[in-house]
């Protein structure tokens, strides 16, 4: 016996009334006291068999609703067997000596074809309870066609009931045809609505049962459209026979009572709707608030904690650099710059996936080049897989790498992939990066072509079980090695998905290394290409500019302006907007430099004033990095927009983009930031 997770009262309450009905019909046989067999005044009595059955069907459903499956199997076959002999003796005219097996007696033969021999209304509806019943421990399939054989069961009680409550004989007592005794009516039509209340995953009362504006209705309307029609019906009845009126007045009394009614019914559950309406706006504003007030802390969070973080990276990035220091200083400094970034992007990788579940994780497409970047990439990881002795090994063998797509969010990706693999493969391991043309079916989106890039390792690979789950959100197949969030390949996936590609992971089993393979539409309409199109190299000397630095964190603006002066620049130094608005009016500037969150107004205001009254251009530092923060620092004027913690030579890349392309250039187009990953 499996016990359930709560008992079904309304099964069992409909179980115990057919086997106490069917135990009161049965002692009346017995007995020999007709008025137990025939409740009503027509003398047409529930027959013996019928009795056994409702106890049966009865028990049968007290066991369902605790759980006892086996029982409820048994009984079912047993209920449905007698219902089909009888059916079969109606069909072929073959007395199987089972009508008065239990009993046999003179009275209570009204509507009968032989004594003691169930009408074919009830034959049928034991047949189909029964085999509801065994039906009802099955799977969904078999639970679907019980949940039919009772509606079905259920429209035959109805069909009698209706006849009984109007006093029309041709539906309850033609012997053939209809004949039912009302007790075997009211048993089956109870024994269905519990059976029915024991299948809640199904139609209809999956609907009935649902907490939803549907659900409502269907549970104050339909019960009403029966009931209501069946008792106006009955009362007009009773009054005309009673000889209050006369049938014509009886006719429209009950039409007038019944609109009067189905439109109350009406309004009363309208009413309900529109509170739940009512309930439903007032929560969706509320969420949607929710949501708003998330985003700003979460935005407000990313300010608070990459700022500290700036000054810091910056130093130890020109420190380890300098070659005065000592190289296990350098080497100290290294470690400190990386965990900083990782730091950093650890804080990305959170707003990512905020921007990716609210749908809010938009791209910026260019032209770019697939190998460019992930060349870019193994750079970044270079060093760390030099630490621990991997080889990497390119083969960039694809004849068209150019893709249409955002180069920011795409190295991100190849930087989470690369990242992984460092991370998960053992010292002196090979990673392997390659590339190679791919065909899929032509879409909307061009001729079919695909590139498609694969990072391999011999690392720690991952199972079968672990493998279905790694591009969820929070999974990590390991946590031995180091931390992580469990975001980057969650993030990768979201990125590729928008720029409709695949993302795929494969592995041999846990020890035996994983491949990770990105496919991506090729640019459309557009001569593939191998290289990017040329920039600024980093080596390029920087020219001097005037630059005006604008920020209210004193140690970031002390670093910054000692790191632009030291490149050649002329600097002045600003910690709010009155003093850069008063530096722009006496002096001549180049460029602007400006943070975002300022004491007295934003740099986003800044910008468009200096933009508007000098023609100034700048480049946006902040803690902010939303995608509504990168489109309005566009929007007012500036060039770039660069996340705290700022990469100094990003920074100093930007500004030489600025001289190549000169100053007062309308836009830059600048490579984003790579993000941290985990597996």
């Given at each position: ?278 309930a439903l706006c007032a929560a969706r504003e509320e969420a949607e608030q929710a949501a708003r007030t998330k985003d700003t802390f979460l935005a407000q969070l990313s300010h608070e904690l990459r700022t500290p973080l700036t000054p810091v990276l910056m130093t130890a990035a020109v420190l380890r650099d300098d070659a005065r220091l000592p190289a296990d200083v350098r080497k100290d400094l290294v470690m400190i710059e990386r965990n900083i970034a990782l730091e950093a992007r650890l804080i990305d990788d959170l707003l990512d996936l905020t ?302 983009q600025v001289v190549a392309r000169g100053v007062h250039a309308t836009r830059c187009s600048v490579d984003g930031f790579p993000r941290d990953a985990s597996r």
């Open positions: 016996m499996t016990p359930p997770r709560h008992i079904n009262l309304p099964a069992a309450g409909f179980g115990l009334y057919a086997i106490l009905g069917g135990a009161l019909v049965l002692t009346g046989w017995l007995a020999d006291v007709p008025i137990l067999t025939a409740w009503g005044s027509n003398g047409i009595s529930m027959m013996p068999n019928a009795a056994v059955c409702a106890m049966c069907a009865g028990a049968a459903l007290v066991a369902l609703a605790f759980g006892a499956r086996r029982l409820v199997v048994g009984l079912g076959i047993f209920v449905a067997l007698i219902g089909a002999a009888t059916l079969f003796e109606f069909a072929t005219g073959i007395d199987l000596g089972i009508d008065q097996l239990i009993v046999a007696r003179e009275w209570g033969q009204r509507g009968t074809v032989e004594p003691g021999r169930m009408g074919p209304p009830g034959s049928a509806s034991w047949t189909l309870l029964g085999l509801a019943l065994a039906l009802a421990c099955g799977g969904v399939k078999a639970r679907r066609a019980a949940g039919m054989g009772v509606l079905l069961a259920l429209a035959v009680s109805l069909l009698s009931l209706v006849g009984y409550a109007f006093g029309a004989d041709q539906l309850y007592l033609v012997p053939k045809l209809t004949a039912i005794a009302l007790q075997t009516a009211t048993v089956i039509f109870g024994l269905s609505l519990g059976l029915l209340s024991a299948l809640p995953g199904l139609q209809p009362m999956k609907l009935l049962a649902a907490r939803t504006t549907a659900g409502m209705l269907a549970r104050r309307v339909l019960p009403m459209v029966f009931l209501l029609p069946i008792g106006v019906g009955a009362l007009v009845v009773w009054g005309r026979e009673a000889g209050l009126f006369e049938t014509v007045f009886g006719t429209a009394l009950r039409t007038l009572i019944e609109i009067f009614l189905l439109a109350a019914l009406l309004w009363w559950a309208l009413l309900k709707v529109a509170g739940n309406e009512q921007r990716i579940t609210s749908g809010k994780l938009a791209l910026r497409t260019e032209s770019c080049d697939a190998h460019s970047l992930i060349s870019h990439t193994i750079e970044i990881v270079r060093d760390e897989a030099r630490e621990k002795q991997i080889t990497l090994t390119l083969d960039l063998a694809a004849q068209r790498s150019q893709l249409e797509a955002d180069p920011a969010r795409l190295q991100q990706v190849f930087w989470n992939l690369l990242r992984n693999a460092v991370k998960f493969t053992p010292r002196g391991g090979h990673i392997r990066v390659e590339s190679h043309d791919g065909v899929c079916e032509r879409d909307h989106r061009g001729d079919g072509h695909r590139v498609c890039i694969a990072v391999s390792d011999d690392g720690i690979g991952f199972s079968a079980a672990d493998g279905g789950r790694l591009f969820e959100p929070f999974h990590q197949a390991d946590t031995t090695h180091g931390a992580g969030l469990g975001l980057g390949l969650a993030i990768a996936r979201a990125v590729v998905d928008l720029h409709h590609g695949h993302i795929r992971a494969e592995s041999g089993g846990p020890g035996r290394g994983a491949t990770f393979t990105v496919e991506l539409p090729g640019e459309v309409n557009r001569k593939a290409q191998m290289t990017a199109p040329a920039a600024a190299s980093d080596g390029e000397p920087e020219l001097p500019l005037r630059l005006l630095l604008v920020e209210d964190h004193e140690a970031t603006l002390q670093v910054l302006s000692r790191l632009l002066k030291r490149a050649g620049h002329s600097v002045t130094s600003a910690g709010t907007v009155a003093e850069a608005q008063a530096a722009a009016r006496g002096q001549n500037f180049d460029f602007v430099i400006s943070d975002l969150g300022l004491p007295d107004g934003t740099g986003h205001q800044l910008m468009a004033h200096l933009r508007e009254a000098h023609g100034l251009r700048g480049i946006a530092l902040s803690g902010y990095g939303m995608e509504e923060d990168l489109r309005r620092s566009e929007e007012v004027g500036f060039v770039a927009h660069l996340v705290k913690p700022v990469d100094v030579n990003e920074l100093r890349r930007i500004l030489r």
